[in-house]
């Protein structure tokens, strides 16, 4: 599936709009060329270019969520890039070979270190609500929230986690955690601009990216404030050096 990008997108890009679309069209004469070698081949379907990758994921999800493979792959329309510093057509035959549907979810551009935390960052949400990302179009994150999420994720959380630039695995059994309805609701979103839904992926699916945990708090000296039989970080290593 390929996606309009002769649409304005919503950020950066080095390759002009006519680039983006010359590349999407070569991309398809090739990739239909080897279709009569395939036991299942790939279709083509033209969509808006609303919310970036966005609109294509999630009407792909709509279309198929009957009928779901085992695991689901969703990629960007380059081999290579800043991002994701390897040949990604090479990559998927191994990354499907490892990647258990059991692990529900994966994020593509950093699969090589995912042991090591790979692209994954975490804020408390009240710096993101203070100090929004740039780039995510999450400005209006508790809106956002409060719009798309809350009904099927629960209340704005206190602490969230996100993987960047949109590339992922995901397993069948993940996608229908949720309903179909939830996913319609995200497309519409999308589609009338509230959400480029690249800050929210994860969230979706992985549990663990989203956590009700308290922040640490300070005192008006800038001291981390104990809670009540809570070691300081020094009486941890006084207690570590009279067991060793």
């Given at each position: 599936m390929v996606h309009d990008r002769a649409g304005k997108r919503?950020?950066?890009?080095?390759?002009?709009?006519?680039?983006?679309?010359?590349?999407?069209?070569?991309?398809?004469?090739?990739?239909?060329?080897?279709?009569?070698?395939?036991?299942?081949?790939?279709?083509?379907?033209?969509?808006?270019?609303?919310?970036?990758?966005?609109?294509?994921?999630?009407?792909w999800i709509i279309q198929n969520y009957e009928s779901l493979p085992d695991v689901s792959f969703f990629i960007q329309g380059h081999r290579c890039a800043d991002h994701a510093d390897f040949d990604m057509a090479t990559a998927?035959?191994?990354?499907?070979?490892?990647?258990?549907?059991?692990?529900?979810?994966?994020?593509?551009?950093?699969?090589?270190?995912?042991?090591?935390?790979?692209?994954?960052?975490c804020k408390w949400t009240k710096q993101l609500l203070d100090f929004p990302i740039m780039g995510f179009h999450i400005e209006k994150l508790g809106d956002i929230w409060t719009e798309l999420f809350h009904k099927e994720l629960g209340p704005l959380p206190n602490k969230i986690c996100w993987d960047a630039f949109a590339q992922f695995a995901v397993s069948k059994a993940a996608i229908r955690?949720?309903?179909?309805?939830?996913?319609?609701?995200?497309?519409?979103?999308?589609?009338?601009?509230?959400?480029?839904?690249?800050?929210?992926?994860?969230?979706?699916?992985?549990?663990?990216?989203?956590?009700?945990?308290?922040?640490?708090?300070?005192?008006?000296?800038?001291?981390?404030?104990m809670k009540p039989h809570e070691l300081t970080p020094e009486e941890v290593l006084e207690q570590q050096r009279h067991v060793d």
């Open positions: 919503s950020h950066e890009s080095k390759m002009t709009l006519q680039d983006n679309l010359i590349l999407a069209e070569e991309s398809e004469v090739k990739v239909k060329a080897l279709n009569p070698r395939r036991r299942n081949p790939i279709k083509f379907t033209d969509v808006p270019n609303k919310g970036d990758e966005a609109g294509a994921y999630l009407w998927l035959p191994n990354v499907r070979q490892c990647f258990h549907p059991k692990q529900g979810y994966l994020d593509l551009n950093a699969y090589r270190s995912v042991k090591d935390g790979g692209n994954t960052k955690k949720h309903p179909l309805s939830f996913y319609k609701k995200l497309h519409k979103g999308t589609v009338a601009g509230v959400t480029t839904m690249e800050f929210f992926w994860r969230a979706v699916f992985e549990p663990s990216a989203v956590s009700m945990e308290e922040p640490p708090k300070y005192d008006r000296l800038g001291h981390l404030v």
